[in-house]
């Protein structure tokens, strides 16, 4: 999606030791085409900051703050309960965040920020000097989804002869996969379900693009190293079938990585904060043993099929 205002980005890890090889910088840019029921950073799914609001930090009953309802020019506080309350459908088109701005405890606070290539590489060029062997990995939401501000970024990078990894869902058009994929060295790219109605019914999108998209980059010059990704979900795409239609998938492209991740409920403050709720706030996180037996068979196919952090660089 193209702005004029750079791009909106919402975290940014330095000394990141799991998105790629050494120690790098990891940018999380703000949008996602998807909608995974399961995401872990539900901050990052819309490209437009937004607010978060934590109870446990608010000083409302506590001390009577109620500072951010004073600083918002609309009244779209009101406090009640010892709480602040925010009438979300009168902020829309805002843009001033004066609440955020009035909260000094952090209890209501904005997510993202926009920055120009330029600034960005300054961060990417003061990191530098603590990588070890590293570079820079872009994550999100999903980077593809602010490809002008992202090809800008890394062409940026390449002339520097920084070391650029991407992890996405690789949903976009395929010339447009492809160009950003011209510039990236390690590519992580997701299979979330090989059957696309399962796939849409969890993500809000078929797979057959995603699909296209990674047969054409393992048939192209491109020289890069893509593992690909499963978030394994029990009782979604753990079963051995489905793992065995990945591994044909894999067999007919000629790919051989695979890295399998574990559900973990890590992200259930966020969506909590964001006033959403989790719809996987009761699924069981990810077993080991379960894992192991889905490396065996990835294994056994000639596969190399790395279990969460432990991916060989
Ligand atoms: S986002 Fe704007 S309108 Fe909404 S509460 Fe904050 S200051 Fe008020
Ligand atoms: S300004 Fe912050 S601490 Fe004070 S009432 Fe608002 S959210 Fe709570």
Redesign the pocket.
Known sequence: MKTDKGGLIFDIQGFSVHDGPGSRTTVFLSGCPLRCRWCANPEGRELRRQLL?SAQK???EKSG?????TACPRGAITVSGGM?KRDASMCKGCGSFECAR??Y?E??RLSGRWYEAEELMQVLRRDRQFWSAGGVTFSGGDPLFQKDFLLDVLKRCRKEAIHTAIETAGYAETADFLEVMSYIDLAFVDIKHMDSGLHKRETGVGNERILQNISRLSTSPWNGRLILRIPVIEGYNDGAEHIREVIRFMKMNGLFEINILPFHRMGTTKWTQLGLEYPYGRQPPGSEQKLKEIQQLFLFCDIACYIGSEVVY
Request: proline share 7%; glycine share 0%.
């Open positions: 609001f608010c000083l409302c703050c109620q500072r951010c309802a602040p009035a909260c405890h209890a209501l």
